[in-house]
């Protein structure tokens, strides 16, 4: 350390070469070529080696990245179409689902009416079926109960007849006897 400060002292008090006394000494604005030319040569060594060592893998990292958000971004893209594609095919769907809903709906509207038109119509062929049965019954028991009273009635007379032969008494006991059978019944 001492050495150094030293020649430092040194490059301080020397006077110029060249013979020029008083001439310009450098400062630290002043530009010297040689210094120049080894920082471009230093410069362009680094950029060499930094291209080669680091450069091209960051800059192929980018590309590979780039790649992956470009691939990322076309698969977001299709399946937002697809997704798309999808809500309409949902929404066809949906529509046909509705329009057959309304088709079944109205069909078993129809069956319905038929069906009910179906039983109306078995419904009044019974009842008519009923009536003429209860008819003719009616009809049956009529002829039943007028014939069950003409065979009364022949009785009563036939039994009357023969208490009149019996009794045979005269117009006078014929008649009281009549109204007294005819009372009695």
Sequence with gaps: MASDSHDIQA???QPSKGGHEGAHEKGPLDVDTSMVIWTWVTFAIVAFVLHKVAWKPILAALDSREGR???ALDDAERASEELHKIEET????????ASESKQII???R?????????VEAKTTEKVAIMYEN?????EAMKNQVVADMKKDQADIIITLTSQL?????????????????????
Excluded at 110 to 118: K, L, M, V
């Design 134 to 138: 209860a008819t003719r019954d009616i």
């Design 165 to 185: 032969v019996a009794a045979n008494i005269d117009t006078a006991g014929n008649q009281e006897l009549t109204d007294r059978l005819l009372k009695d019944l």
């Design 90 to 97: 949902c929404e066809a769907l949906k529509s046909e689902a």
């Design 106 to 108: 109205a069909k078993a």
């Design 110 to 118: 129809d069956a319905a009416a038929e069906a009910a038109s179906h």
């Design 11 to 13: 490059t301080t008090e």
């Design 69 to 71: 958000i470009q691939k």
